[in-house]
């Protein structure tokens, strides 16, 4: 018997697991002047109980030590998620920050983002309201009107928002998850999007391993100014030393990632990587000029613009050089590439800002939380193993 009790008393001094406490709502409400409602608001930190209130009844609280039931807050978001659609009072919002409306509507990679986006919120049980920030005579004021008319707890943010930033919007009251990396005129929020580099360095791997040794990397960017246009002019030519490099930081990670695994290839066979203004309308030859001045065997692309200007050259893929793309929509569903999982990261997003609402946090966080989903490598016609 003592044995055991010995053997019994080291594996409990062993063991993490916590112990809930045994200080109820209850309790705690016993020992102040305010109702069970307000001592649950002040421990959920809901707005709605005023600052001071809160501290004071989170202090008692801590003092009589009390702990939250993970299990009880479970079942509670689990009866929310039962809840028909129109008494939802909890709704999210994609913030469309595009020149063009229907932008996240009308292409493949967009359009997989925010429809899972607005699945995912619809089986946590919030509901999924769009507002297009570009509207002719659409203020901050009136942005942020329509979102509380709307219910809108919080924000999923795809793209710049510097206009709004501008304008002075109050972003106190929202929680707010950006999709994808940090874009320019984006604050420091909590993010979460594709790693980039991890994708850009395997695809290297992969290419090396079906036989190819002058792997290029070629990405597009919208240029914002005409100080960009330049940067990336220099950068092109090599020549570039400036640290605050106007780039979308999507762009960056795609870059390092490509940079990394030059670094790890022989001499004779790196090729710099090409920076390009895709924007409707650009002038295509000159990717054609790069592609016959480096004389790539493969290319990692982000977009199609060089396989259609190829094309349009005379080249045959995979014939001439061969092509793997670091985000396999739809629309390129059978080339070699990355397939980068972009639905997970729309739901991963929403689990992130549901999350933040659930625990009231609001406004621009202290320390920023970054979350990237890793791609994997798919065989393609594009990128043939080479003989």
Request: hydrophobic share 35%; with cysteine.
């Amino acid at each position: 018997n003592d044995r055991f009790t010995t053997v019994r008393t080291n594996l409990h001094s062993m063991s993490d697991t916590p112990h809930f406490s045994q200080v109820t709502l209850r309790d705690i409400t016993a020992r102040t002047k305010f109702s069970l409602a307000t001592v649950s608001r002040a421990l959920r930190d809901d707005p709605r109980v005023n600052q001071a209130t809160r501290t004071t009844i989170q202090q008692l609280a801590k003092e009589m030590g009390y702990r939250p039931n993970p299990m009880i807050n479970s079942l509670m978001a689990a009866h929310k998620q039962r809840r028909p659609r129109e008494e939802l009072i909890a709704n999210i919002c994609w913030l469309n920050t595009h020149p063009s409306k229907d932008f996240w509507h009308s292409q493949p990679y967009t359009r997989e983002l925010i429809d899972n986006a607005k699945t995912r919120a619809h089986e946590l049980g919030y509901g999924f309201e769009e507002i297009w920030t570009m509207e002719p005579g659409l203020t901050s004021k009136r942005i942020h009107q329509i979102a509380h008319s709307r219910y809108v707890q919080g924000f999923l943010i795809p793209g710049p928002v510097d206009r709004l930033m501008d304008g002075g919007f109050d972003w106190d009251g929202y929680a707010v998850v950006c999709l994808r990396d940090r874009q320019l005129g984006q604050l420091d929020w909590h993010r979460c999007g594709v790693s980039g580099r991890k994708n850009v360095q395997m695809a290297y791997d992969r290419l090396r391993a079906l036989g190819y040794r002058r792997i290029a990397f070629a990405s597009g960017m919208y240029l914002l100014n005409s100080d960009a246009e330049k940067q990336m002019q220099a950068f092109n030519k090599g020549e570039t030393d400036d640290s605050s490099f106007i780039l979308q930081e999507g762009v960056r990670l795609l870059l390092a990632g490509s940079l990394y695994s030059q670094a790890f290839t022989k001499k004779v066979d790196r090729i710099w990587p090409l920076l390009f203004d895709n924007q409707p309308g650009f002038d295509r030859r000159q990717l054609v000029r790069w592609l016959k001045r480096v004389r790539p065997e493969a290319v990692i692309m982000n977009g199609v613009e060089i396989y259609e200007a190829a094309l349009e050259a005379g080249f045959e893929i995979p014939k001439d050089f061969a092509i793997a793309h670091t985000n396999l929509g739809e629309d390129v569903a059978d080339w070699a590439g990355i397939n980068s999982h972009q639905e997970h990261q729309a739901r991963a997003a929403v689990d992130m800002l549901c999350a933040q609402i659930e625990r009231n946090e609001r406004g621009l966080p202290p320390f920023p939380k970054f979350m990237h989903v890793e791609g994997e490598w798919r065989d393609g016609w594009t990128a043939p193993k080479k003989s």
